[in-house]
């Protein structure tokens, strides 16, 4: 007995449209279509949780006592439970390098604004490059486009230098400017790109009733780009979460630094504290987490939209 | 500082850059009734600021530095280009990078292409891929520090068990342990292994919706014709998707030149690990030696460009489709 495709019957206009959808359109479209093996789902599932394993190693690590961990592996767990919390309490009030409660707050205070920024302007730079006419308009686009291109570490060594003679160093304005300027090339590319999509008749009406640019970017154009938003900025948000490059460069001083760094931080000095590594590496991924899994379709969404950050 | 200063600041920040753009908002509309193309300027005006202050001058001096002696005093030529072409230690580094970036992109994209033909239709598919995909959410030092433990070693000794989970598969299987982070060369794939447990989620997750769109009266044709699973694999689903599957992998290898998180985290670029993310950072701000490491940074640069230039034509390419 096969499982084959259902057979579709497609009518000629029902083609026309699938044929001018996108790529994520039709994979919507089609999502539902698909059936498969029985065979292939158990494989498919056994997979999926062989991958998890590690992740899933370290987070009962997280929860047995000092001695046990050093001792036996944590798979014997399942023989001999014995849970603790004070790894965890030991992470989030750990001396000498900045404890993962202070770095939790960090990360919190370093995240929102370096998304909300970028955001703001980049809102602003792609209204202008999808509506507004001006001259030189192409090759400022062109030039925006092109510095998605230049990685930051060709960026840092000079920033490092200004923010020292303008008197930032060691604050949250250095990581905040720092993260927004990288994030608008493509912030501005991905919200152009949705901005191109709304139809001209609305921008046309809106016009019609006399409206100047700003009223239509806010009573056009920002409700139509709600979902747009909300893709960039989940992604603007884990990419800024969990980076550790700017955070090092610009953040090392124990007050400011993000949980990233505070964990390197613990790897390098306590490599062996498995107690320590495995409550921080766990404080600090419940955000990304549970902001991935509730958000899961809008990150989608941006990574198709063009949202490939190298 | 402590915690309500910080917030505070916080909340300032924010407020300071909608302000920002309230102002320019008003400005643009004062200067919408005089010209209307002048309103474009306005509306760019904060973003070009921060691009050339943020990216464009640094960029343009660090290639300046890069001709600089270590404290950026004398003017070296191609000193720093010979040094990373011809000393031992940056070959080396040459070395593991490429094999990061010959390596990475293709096995990441072929779990990814594979898994995503695997569970396309499954019972459980939304959550399957969810696992899958789940590295990508958590920080590169965290999953570093979850393999890290992975790779733990504790000696072949009586009394002494294993708490590294790849180790004790080892001794199950009859091998006594290894020091998998320490034997040179094997080591950077093991590194490796972490960049692709993260990135091939990304990829599957970019090819299951290349797969899905491919047009069903396609598939229907070949299944008339009798095509074998292979067959359809071969002539059908990766001719369709070759551009995403470009996109990606052009994708993952820039992504790949400038990991650094994995080999700081997990070997410090010691035992023959180094990459030049990686010897970047040590030379910028361990060793103090500005012009080497932004000649490091320029190579980086001069690397990537042909790949996303690539990139950017496959990524047009399926936009087309």
């Known amino acids: ?310 | 500082m402590d915690i309500s200063v910080k917030l505070l600041t916080m909340l300032l920040a924010i407020l300071l850059f909608v302000a920002v753009v309230g102002v320019m908002l008003f400005i643009a509309s004062r200067t919408e009734r005089r010209s209307g193309s002048l309103v474009g300027y306005v509306f760019l005006f904060p973003s070009i600021v921060m691009l050339s202050i943020g990216l464009l001058y640094p960029a343009g001096r660090t290639i300046y530095q890069s001709f600089f002696d270590a404290a950026g005093k004398a003017f070296i030529g191609f000193g720093n280009y010979g040094q990373i072409f011809t000393s031992s230690d940056e070959l080396l580094v040459l070395r593991n990078t490429v094999i990061w970036v010959v390596i990475t992109p293709f096995v990441a994209t072929a779990i990814g292409l594979l898994y995503a033909i695997l569970v396309d239709g499954a019972k459980g598919e939304a959550l399957a891929k969810s696992l899958i995909f789940l590295p990508m959410a958590i920080s590169m030092v965290a999953a570093s520090i979850i393999w890290k433990f992975v790779y733990e070693f504790r000696p072949d000794q009586p009394g002494i068990k294993q708490i590294g989970l790849l180790n004790q598969v080892l001794v199950w299987l009859g091998g006594s342990p290894q020091q998998w982070l320490l034997n040179a060369p094997w080591n950077t794939f093991f590194l490796i292994v972490v960049m692709v447990w993260i990135q091939a989620g990304f990829a599957m997750t970019i090819l299951s919706a290349a797969i899905k769109a491919i047009p069903d009266d396609i598939i229907e044709a070949a299944r008339l014709d009798g095509v074998s699973a292979f067959g359809m694999f071969r002539f059908v689903t990766l001719p369709s998707i070759r551009p995403s599957v470009i996109v990606v992998l052009t994708t993952i290898a820039i992504g790949t030149l400038k990991v650094f998180d994995i080999v700081r985290t997990m070997t410090g670029g010691n035992f023959g690990t180094n990459v030049v993310a990686n010897e970047f950072y040590s030379q910028s701000f361990r060793a103090d030696n500005q012009g080497l490491g932004s000649a490091l940074a320029v190579l980086l640069f001069i690397l990537v460009i042909p790949i996303v230039v690539y990139n950017i034509r496959q990524l047009r390419a399926t936009e087309a489709r």
């Not at chain 1, 539902?32 to 093996?37: A, E, N």
């Not at chain 1, 999808?130 to 062109?142: C, E, P, S, T, V």
């Not at chain 1, 090339?185 to 008749?201: D, R, S, T, V």
Request: net charge positive; glycine share 6%.
């Open chain 1, 1 to 310: 007995m096969s499982t084959s495709t259902p057979h579709l019957d497609l009518a000629t206009e029902d083609k026309a449209v699938r044929d001018k959808m996108s790529v994520a359109g039709r994979a919507a479209a089609n999502a539902k279509k698909r059936v498969t093996s029985p065979m292939a789902s158990v494989i498919a599932v056994v997979l999926a949780v062989l991958w998890t394993i590690p992740t899933f190693g370290l987070l009962v690590t997280s929860f047995r006592p000092e001695k046990s961990i050093k001792t036996t592996g944590w798979w014997t767990f399942f023989s001999d439970p014995q849970v603790t919390l004070d790894n965890y309490k030991g992470a989030l009030n750990a001396s000498g390098t900045a404890g993962m409660g202070t770095a939790f707050v960090n990360s919190l205070v370093i995240t929102v604004p370096a998304v909300v920024i970028p955001i703001c302007l980049a809102a602003l730079a792609a209204y202008a490059f999808a509506w507004i006419d001006f001259k030189g308009k192409n090759f400022l686009f062109i030039l925006v486009f092109a510095l998605q291109i230049v990685p930051l570490q060709v960026t840092l060594l000079p920033l490092l230098s200004l923010y020292v003679k303008a008197g930032l160093a060691g604050t949250f304005w250095t990581i905040w400017l720092s993260h927004s300027t990288f994030a608008l090339p493509l912030a501005i590319f991905i919200l152009h790109n949705f901005m191109k999509e709304i139809p001209k008749e609305l921008v046309e009406a809106a016009r019609m009733d006399g409206a100047g640019h700003v009223k239509i970017f806010f009573r056009v154009m920002l409700p139509l780009l709600t979902p747009a938003l909300a893709a960039f900025g989940i992604f603007q948000f884990l990419w800024v979460w969990n980076d550790l490059l700017v955070a090092l460069t610009f953040a090392g001083s124990s007050d400011v630094q993000p949980m990233t760094v505070a964990l390197a931080n613990m790897s390098g000095t306590r490599g062996t504290a498995w107690q320590l590594l495995s409550a921080g590496a766990f404080i600090s991924i419940i955000v990304p987490v549970t902001v991935f899994i509730a958000m899961q379709r809008y990150f989608v969404r941006g990574l198709l939209a063009g949202g490939l950050k190298g």
